[in-house]
């Protein structure tokens, strides 16, 4: 059997790339990369070493059609040490973006969207003490 690193990208079709990018850049700190070999697009922004690609809506590199039945991507979570979690929450509320929390018990995540709406999870299994569920016993989202 064959063994893989790790998700090289996720390929997300957005309205406007650059502005994506420019949020994805500033809001995230996600940086820019083969910009000097693709070009405008895909906009390949990561973290470390996994990417999101950011493809224009329209324009020439069009998404195929989707298949009869299409799959729903629910959100992309990037894992975050308990520092840098609490200084997304700060940094999320000073921006006006609103989010909300989630205890999973095992961990904890604050869930936002994107200029185009898709679902964005930063998560730390980094908890310091056991984790409540929230009232009513909430499962995990993924």
């Given at each position: 059997m064959f063994q893989l690193k790790h998700i090289d990208h996720v390929a997300l079709t957005v309205k406007d790339v650059n502005r994506s990018a420019a949020w994805y850049g500033e809001v995230l700190g996600l940086?820019?990369?083969?910009?000097?070999?693709?070009?405008d697009y895909p906009a390949v922004m990561c973290a470390g070493q996994t990417g999101l690609a950011l493809f224009p809506a329209s324009g020439k590199l069009r998404p195929s059609p989707p298949p009869e039945r299409s799959a729903v991507l629910r959100h992309v979570a990037f894992r975050a040490d308990a520092a840098n979690f609490r200084q997304?929450?700060?940094?999320?509320?000073?921006?006006?973006?609103?989010?909300?929390?989630?205890?999973?018990g095992i961990s904890r995540?604050?869930?936002?969207?994107?200029?185009?709406?898709y679902q964005i999870e930063i998560?730390?299994?980094?908890?310091g003490r056991p984790a409540r569920r929230q009232a009513g016993g909430s499962k995990p989202r993924h």
């Open positions: 940086k820019r990369r083969h910009q000097e070999s693709w070009g997304a929450r700060s940094r999320l509320r000073a921006r006006g973006i609103a989010f909300h929390p989630e205890d999973h995540s604050i869930y936002f969207r994107d200029p185009d709406g998560t730390t299994y980094e908890v």
